[in-house]
T-cell receptor, first 108, second 117 residues
Framework: QKEVEQNSGPLSVPEGAIASLNCTYS??????FFWYRQYSGKSPELIMF????GDKEDGRFTAQLNKASQYVSLLIRDSQPSDSATYLC????????FGDGTTLTVKP | GAVVSQHPSRVICKSGTSVKIECRSL??????MFWYRQFPKKSLMLMAT?????????EQGVEKDKFLINHASLTLSTLTVTSAHPEDSSFYIC?????????????FGPGTRLTVL
């Protein structure tokens, strides 16, 4: 079992729809959870981080964390073509471990 | 947010040569920097953790004699790929945490694409 697993892609949604990205992790000692966006050929850039159970909203993005279920998700509302990218889930317990990423395509 | 730079952004070299990649934190001091490698359509694989003033900590399976890391100051870490071979061709990315940010967020450099002929 991988330490960090993301739902397999690619994921395709129409413009304006909600995109849902999921991530599970195996280390119960994990403390910090991050979502990064990576465009092709570029480095990752931080979208959101969450430390506590529950929801955290920032504009069109909502991160959800459930430590009991070892699950973290990212919702993107009103998806735009510019949101098309690979989204990486990172879980930190000392060092950061990244999932393989989910590629999202938002179709106009 | 904090800014991390990398140089060069792209390098093409012949097999057997050594390549040095620099990673700099521009507006903060980083006692720890991280070096990742990313193959096409794959995730980031942590190679090593670079510690200022001490030896780097390498991940299992990463050859420390092949990937030399020097963290000589609080703003600079270098990765040297020694005797590079075609299988070392990859996207190398460094990152650093800003101790003053209050979070474990990693700030990534723009990456270095290495092609070994």
């Amino acid at each position: 079992q991988k330490e960090v697993e993301q739902n397999s892609g690619p994921l395709s949604v129409p413009e304006g729809a909600i995109a849902s990205l999921n991530c599970t992790y195996s280390d119960r000692g994990s403390q910090s959870f991050f979502w990064y966006r990576q465009y092709s050929g570029k480095s990752p850039e931080l979208i959101m981080f969450i430390y506590s159970n529950g929801d955290k909203e920032d504009g069109r993005f909502t991160a959800q964390l459930n430590k009991a279920s070892q699950y973290v998700s990212l919702l993107i509302r009103d998806s735009q073509p510019s949101d098309s990218a690979t989204y990486l889930c990172a879980v930190t317990a000392g060092k950061s471990t990244f999932g393989d990423g989910t590629t999202l395509t938002v179709k106009p | 947010g904090a800014v991390v730079s990398q140089h060069p952004s792209r390098v093409i070299c012949k097999s057997g040569t050594s390549v040095k990649i620099e990673c700099r934190s521009l507006d903060f001091q980083a006692t720890t920097m991280f070096w990742y490698r990313q193959f096409p359509k794959k995730s980031l694989m942590l190679m090593a953790t670079s510690n200022e003033g001490s030896k780097a900590t390498y991940e299992q399976g990463v050859e420390k004699d092949k990937f030399l890391i020097n963290h000589a100051s609080l703003t600079l870490s270098t990765l040297t790929v020694t005797s590079a071979h075609p299988e070392d061709s990859s996207f190398y990315i460094c990152s650093a945490r800003d101790p003053g940010s209050g979070s474990n967020e990693q700030f990534f450099g723009p990456g270095t694409r290495l092609t070994v002929l």
